[in-house]
């Protein structure tokens, strides 16, 4: 099995070290925090002590049998921590979106052109969901695509201290936060790997007094059709996600984390394409990616590369059409 380590100790780590354990797919050997004790607190909760806790990112890259890093830290950090990782020979899991500026996907881009034996995935889960991957073939099977409405927008458990003044990582422009660097991701990946790279995009963002993105409407162009994306933070959706092709609709109850798919044929008759999922979000993902390493699936990594790339510079170019500044702007 693969050794892994991980960067961050949020949920969001947590659920990735249940999914490794869940599916034995990779094992998890090193855990970094910024405080140890963290490291060492989901070491004992999570029963892995076998497992090595780092409050000392040098000496956690040059692990030896460290083989590929999990970064799961704030987004404006991750550029950061998949080029040491990269620079001390690991492969890399990094979580959505994988950076804040195109510069940044173009210096990763670069090293791994010159290492082909490295290698980053963009952890965009839902790729990997079964019911995506069957909304997916259907998507493909259509005749003609005629319109699409995308949509993912929760309330974040992190918006209420946002109000009450204090400044949670994922609504800070300093570390790259906002609703369409979240939870629009999600809906970009759809867009770009089902219809391909729109001809023009435009984001209209409702925007908190510091700047950050809480909640938009985007719109993506294609030479026949128009894709609205709807994503937000600060409020509650239960609108389900839809594409069209003239009399026939397939309809996912939620695209970030899809239980139901459907093809309509006509307002009363579906077919129902829902498959089972497992409890953790992350176990599908894990799974396939985890296979793509001891396989050394290169078509796979390759595609999905570029797919980050194709996703991450249209996040730019909705970013900017919505006058969204971050920190890391000033730095590439
Ligand atoms: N795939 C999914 O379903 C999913 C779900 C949630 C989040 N995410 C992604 O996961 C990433 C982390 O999100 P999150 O909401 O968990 O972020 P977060 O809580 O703000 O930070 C994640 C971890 O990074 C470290 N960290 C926090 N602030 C830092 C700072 N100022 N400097 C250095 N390290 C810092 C912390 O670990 P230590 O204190 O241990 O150092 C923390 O546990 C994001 O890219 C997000 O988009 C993905």
Redesign the pocket.
Known sequence: MTNVGT???????K??VEACIASRAFTVSHL????KA??QALIDDLFLPEATAH?DLEAFFTAPDLEVVY?????S??FAHVKAALEHGKSVI????AFATIAEYDEIDAYLQAHPDLHVIE???HLFDSNYLTAQEKVRQLTEITGATLTYMKYSS?FDAFQAGQN???FSPK?AGGAL??LG?YLLYAAVDWFGVPESSAYYATKADNGIDLHGLARLHYPKFDVALIFGKDQQSFLASEIYSHRKTLWLDNL?EPTQVRLYDSPAVYQDLSQHTAEN??VE?VNAISLMFTNREEDKFKHYWQLAGQVNRLLVELRASAGIVFESDQTK
């Open positions: 960067i961050g100790t949020s949920q969001i780590t659920t990735f970094y925090s910024r405080d963290k490291a409050d970064v799961a830290s704030p987004n950090l991750h990094v979580e959505k979106p952890a965009a889960r992190r949670p990582n994922i570390f660097y979240d991701v970030g979000s992350l993902e």
